[in-house]
């Protein structure tokens, strides 16, 4: 266990010694660089601005198609709720007007067997006359 725990204390070293190598390498490119100009500063801020408007306009765009695919679908699942009521009642009455139906074939029915009736009873009288 202690050349395990002598590796990994290396390892940390050398890791701690490349990031503050890595540290002060940054760090004299930034000074060096320190050496803008105003104008050098004022350039950079417009570049900043306008790269923040872009971004900006960019971002109202994507947030107009959103709000308009919103209301779309808003708009559409309000058509597909009034869809599926009127389904739903068409479906009741189609329910009502089976029922009426069969009982409307019954009457039907009941009225030809009474017409036949009356007509087999009609023949009878006449044929024995």
Do not use: P
């Amino acid at each position: 266990m202690g050349v395990r725990r002598k590796t990994l204390i290396l390892g940390f070293s050398i890791a701690l010694f490349l990031g503050v190598a890595v540290y002060f390498r940054l760090w004299s490119m930034d000074s060096r660089d320190a050496s803008f100009t105003a104008d050098d500063r004022e350039v950079l801020r417009r570049q900043f601005e306008r790269a923040n408007m872009e971004a900006m306009d960019e971002s109202a765009g994507w947030r107009m198609k959103f709000d308009g695919e919103y209301e779309r679908s808003k708009r559409l699942q309000e058509e597909l709720s009034k869809v599926k009521g009127a389904l739903e009642g068409a479906e009741d009455r189609l329910a009502v007007l089976r029922k009426e139906n069969v009982d409307l074939r019954k009457k039907v029915e009941t009225l030809t067997q009474k017409v036949d009736d009356r007509q087999r009873h009609c023949n009878c009288s006449r044929t024995a006359t």
